[in-house]
C-alpha cells in the first residue's frame, strides 16, 4: 500500500527556519516524482514543485523559485520542503504528493495527510 | 493564459446530476484532472487524461473534454459527494497549474 506519511503541525515565527519532511513508502520511492502542494486557509490548492529522488533533478513552480528549497534523501525515502526565513504568508496546509509524469507535464496520484504550517508575525 | 476556470459553486438535490466546468487556453493542448477533497482531508484523484477513472472510484463519476473546456459529470449524486473538486492541468511550460475549485453543495 503507499503510503506518504508527513511530520506534524508546525508553529513557527516569521524569520524563523523550518524543514519539513514526507517519507514515502509500499513502492519504489527511486521511481516516481514527489512534490508539494499548498493550500492557505480557505483557498485552493497551489502545485510548489517537485523532485525525482534517483537523481534530486528538481523543478519549481516559477513564483516561489528561491522562496523555498525541495531536497530529497533516497536512504530513508524522504523528501523535505525547507524554507530559510519565513513570513506570515507562509501559513498553509502543505501536501506531500507522488506525481505520476505523462507526456508532457504530471498528476498526483497519491497524497500526504497534510502538514499545517503557522506562522505568526 | 495559464489559468484554469472553475465556478465556485454547484448546488444539486440528491440522485440528480451535476457538473462542474473548468476552462482555459492549456485544455486544448494538454490533458484534464479532476481530484475531490472532502472537509478536512486530503485530496483524492477521480480522473485522469480528460475522461479515465482510477480503480476504487464509483462509476458515477465521469469526465469529458472539448475544445477548452473539460467537465466532471457526476450522475446520480450522494451525500457523500459534498466536496471541493479542482480540475489540474499543465501551462505552456509544463508547469502544474489548478483550477481555482468548485464547492458542490447537495442540498
Known amino acids: 500500500e503507499v503510503q506518504l506519511v508527513q511530520s506534524g503541525v508546525e508553529v513557527k515565527k516569521e524569520g524563523e527556519s523550518l524543514k519539513i519532511s514526507c517519507q514515502g513508502s509500499?513502492?519504489?520511492?527511486?521511481?516516481?516524482?514527489i512534490g508539494w502542494v499548498r493550500q492557505l486557509p480557505g483557498k485552493g490548492l497551489e502545485w510548489m514543485g517537485i523532485?525525482?529522488?534517483?537523481?534530486?533533478?528538481?523543478r519549481y513552480r516559477p513564483s516561489l523559485r528561491g522562496q523555498v528549497t525541495i531536497s530529497a534523501d533516497k536512504s530513508i525515502t524522504t523528501v523535505y520542503l525547507q524554507w530559510s526565513s519565513l513570513k506570515a504568508a507562509d501559513t498553509a496546509m502543505y501536501y506531500c504528493a507522488r506525481h505520476r509524469e505523462y507526456s508532457t507535464s504530471y498528476y498526483i496520484d497519491f497524497w500526504g495527510q497534510g502538514t499545517l504550517v503557522t506562522v505568526s508575525s | 493564459s495559464s489559468e484554469l476556470t472553475q465556478p465556485p459553486s454547484v448546488s444539486v438535490s440528491p440522485g440528480q446530476t451535476a457538473s462542474i466546468t473548468c476552462s482555459g487556453d492549456?485544455?486544448?493542448?494538454?490533458?484534464a484532472f479532476w481530484y475531490q477533497q472532502r472537509p478536512g482531508q486530503a485530496p483524492v484523484v477521480v480522473i485522469y487524461?480528460?475522461?479515465e477513472r482510477p480503480s476504487g472510484i464509483p462509476a458515477r463519476f465521469s469526465g469529458s473534454s472539448s475544445g477548452t473546456s473539460v467537465t466532471l459529470t457526476i450522475s446520480g449524486v450522494q451525500a457523500e459527494d459534498e466536496a471541493d473538486y479542482y480540475c489540474?492541468?499543465?501551462?505552456?511550460?509544463?508547469?502544474?497549474?489548478f483550477g481555482g475549485g468548485t464547492k458542490l453543495t447537495v442540498l
Open positions: 509500499g513502492y519504489d520511492f527511486t521511481n516516481y516524482w
Open positions: 487524461k480528460d475522461t
Open positions: 492549456a485544455l486544448s493542448k494538454q490533458f
Open positions: 523532485i525525482h529522488p534517483r537523481d534530486s533533478d528538481t
Open positions: 489540474q492541468s499543465a501551462d505552456r511550460s509544463n508547469t502544474v497549474i
